[in-house]
């Protein structure tokens, strides 16, 4: 159960697009599209953007995407804004009947 | 309105117990999978366990199976985590969460420390 690969950190200026990978495998990206992601900011709980690979849950921004290409599902965010920068982390459920998040994604809107 | 609200954290000895309640309000309790999620000190949220619905399938990470038991009371709108055996790397905010996908909702958290 390790867990899924994200990278530390990705930055952009207002307004620009950026894109946050989640790299699993077959046992877990790759097997189901019951892929989420959360949103986090400092002492909060997380908040999620994204559901079952590419679906926006109600009230969050149309300014959030996400899809999934073999076993790595990917977060866009259009037209970035200060209220974007967070953490963010995906989760995948598992073969397993378990459920594993991402390492996590610091954005830094410049 | 959605409610989960934790609680039963605390300062613990290692090889101690604890045990952790959630509370849940404004939604039909029994309908959904009460997950339990935790987040080490500037860590990323790491997935604990889960429970259906009628209580009747658990799951559980790796790290956890063995020491720690998951449960609900429907009839009291309550999930509980009993953990056992801790260690410092359990250490963390407990968050209790309904559903991981569409339905998803979070508590705010109860912090675990385990330290002598």
């Known amino acids: 159960q390790s867990a899924l690969t994200q990278p530390a950190s990705v930055s952009g200026s207002p307004g620009q697009s950026i894109t946050i990978s989640c790299i699993g495998s077959?046992?877990?990206?790759?097997?189901?599209?019951?892929v989420s992601w959360f949103q986090q900011h400092p002492g909060k709980a997380p908040k999620l953007v994204i559901y079952?690979?590419?679906n926006r849950p109600s009230g969050v921004s149309n300014r959030f995407s996400g899809s999934k290409s073999g076993n790595t599902a990917s977060l866009t965010i259009s037209g970035l804004q200060a209220e974007d920068e967070a953490d963010y982390y995906c989760n995948s459920f598992t073969t397993s009947n378990t459920h594993v998040f991402g390492s996590g994604t610091k954005v830094t809107v410049l | 309105e959605v409610q989960l609200v934790e609680s039963g954290g605390g300062l613990v000895q290692p090889g101690g117990s604890l045990r952790l309640s959630c509370a849940a309000s404004?939604?039909?309790?029994?309908?959904?999978?009460i997950h339990w999620v935790r987040q080490a000190p500037g860590k990323g949220p790491m997935w604990v366990s889960r429970i259906d619905g009628e209580g009747r399938t658990t799951d559980y990470a790796d790290s956890v199976k063995g020491r720690f038991t998951v449960s609900r009371d429907n009839a009291k709108n309550t999930v509980h985590l009993q953990m056992n055996s801790l260690t410092a790397e359990d250490t963390a905010v407990y968050y209790c969460?309904?559903?991981?996908?569409?339905?998803?909702?979070w508590g705010l958290g109860t912090l675990v420390t385990v330290s002598s």
């Open positions: 077959s046992s877990d990206i790759g097997g189901y599209d019951f």
């Open positions: 079952d690979v590419d």
């Open positions: 969460a309904r559903d991981l996908r569409v339905a998803n909702h």
């Open positions: 404004g939604f039909t309790f029994s309908n959904y999978w």
